[in-house]
């Protein structure tokens, strides 16, 4: 112990206490300078401030988070809980704190729901149900510890459930795509049909820009006024659910059937997208209009005709092609036999109209040249009683 006691009087005595105690005082006191000048008051007159009540820090607070999020977050947790109440009455949700007690009935949950219509989830949306119940746990825990089903050791079966559940989702729904439905030809000239004197949608478009006020935002659809004595539309935009059903408030006007039809505004997009599909421009040329940004987008507004069906068939399979070439001889050949038919009853029926020769007993015909007869191979008959033949040399 002694031996310790004089490395340690070694060591402090290395080191000037009065020296280092001098330099941490001359710190301390710029500090405390620099402090003071920071809040030297510069005027004499005094500022008054109004402190925020708590509906408006809440109002703040609750803006931070889209509510669409709140909306989808409070959908998710109730038919977790309903399933919760319906699998397993006992427990209650909002008192269990235990993670692999939550972790099994989210694999649970994962693997049995479905809609209220009894079909399956996309597997995008069933992810953003779990995302939008681990924001609930988030606060739930947020006094007791740290929760985050993509991350926590005891949540890796939930994530592997739920992997393995896309997967199967994708494979079910590959090739369904349950968007907007498009607008025949038909519908679209209905759509557009003009009254007399005008001259199509910019017509329309100067007349709607007429009839805006001028102090009006700069949206381009505005509310429609109630009272239209003054001004069709108010200063303020449409709101967003009005205007998500536009096209399907105009179809139901002008008599277009919407029943078992998803028509809303991006119908016309998706018309737009298939019939220059069809019309054979290329993906880019396409997306040009439409303003896709990727051929993935794309895709999803477009399907294969069936002439370009029937081009694939032909490109990648002989047999098909050969058949399809021996079905359009069949065809053809077919129409020309029916042409045929056509032309034969024709000269039957004008035959048949034919005024019979019932007066004349004795009719003389000449013998015409073989060249003459080449030329007038066909020949008329007609019911006659007698006729005498001439031969002249």
Request: glycine share 4%; charged share 30%.
């Amino acid at each position: 112990m002694s031996s310790f006691k004089k490395a340690s009087e070694l060591l402090n005595s290395s080191n000037d206490t009065v020296t280092i105690n001098e330099l941490k005082g001359r710190l301390t006191h710029l500090e405390n300078n620099q402090l003071s000048e920071i809040h030297k008051s510069k005027s004499s007159n005094k500022e008054t401030f109004d402190r925020p009540c708590i509906e408006t820090l809440q109002k703040y607070v609750s803006s931070a988070k889209p509510k669409n999020t709140n909306k989808n977050t409070r959908l998710w947790v109730s038919r977790f809980e309903s399933f919760v109440n319906d699998t397993q009455p006992n427990i209650d949700l909002m008192t269990l704190y235990d993670k692999k007690a939550i972790a099994m009935l989210l694999c649970e949950f994962i693997i049995v729901i479905q809609t209220k219509d009894k079909k399956e989830y996309k597997a995008n949306s069933l992810y953003n149900g779990i995302c939008a119940i681990n924001r609930f746990y988030q606060e739930i825990f947020k006094d007791r510890e740290p929760f985050n089903i993509h991350e926590d050791f005891e949540f890796r079966i939930v994530r592997d459930t739920l992997h393995t559940r896309m997967i199967e989702l994708e494979e079910i729904n590959n090739g369904e795509y349950n968007g907007a439905d498009p607008l025949t030809d038909e519908e679209m000239e209905s759509l557009f049909m003009d009254e007399p004197g005008t001259y199509g949608a910019c017509h329309d478009i100067r007349k709607y820009l007429s009839l805006r006020p001028n102090n009006a935002e700069e949206n381009f659809f505005l509310r429609i006024n109630k009272d239209i004595k003054e001004n069709w539309y108010s200063t303020f935009h449409l709101g967003r659910d009005k205007l998500s059903g536009m096209l399907k408030e105009i179809c139901n006007i002008t008599g277009i059937d919407c029943t078992n039809r998803r028509i809303v505004n991006h119908s016309l997009r998706k018309r737009t997208a298939q019939k220059l599909n069809d019309k054979g421009l290329d993906s880019q040329a396409i997306m040009n209009v439409t303003l896709h940004r990727s051929i993935a987008g794309l895709n999803a507004y477009r399907i294969q005709n069936e002439k370009q069906k029937l081009d694939i068939a032909k490109l990648t399979l002989p047999g098909i092609s050969k058949d399809i070439l021996m079905q359009e001889n069949l065809e053809k050949s077919a129409e020309d036999l029916n042409t045929e038919q056509r032309i034969e009853n024709l000269s039957s029926q004008e035959e048949t109209k034919t005024e019979p020769f019932t007066e004349i007993q004795n009719i003389t015909i000449p013998l015409k040249r073989k060249d003459d007869l080449i030329d007038n191979f066909r020949l008329k008959f007609v019911k006659c009683s007698n006729f005498t033949i001439n031969i002249t040399k």
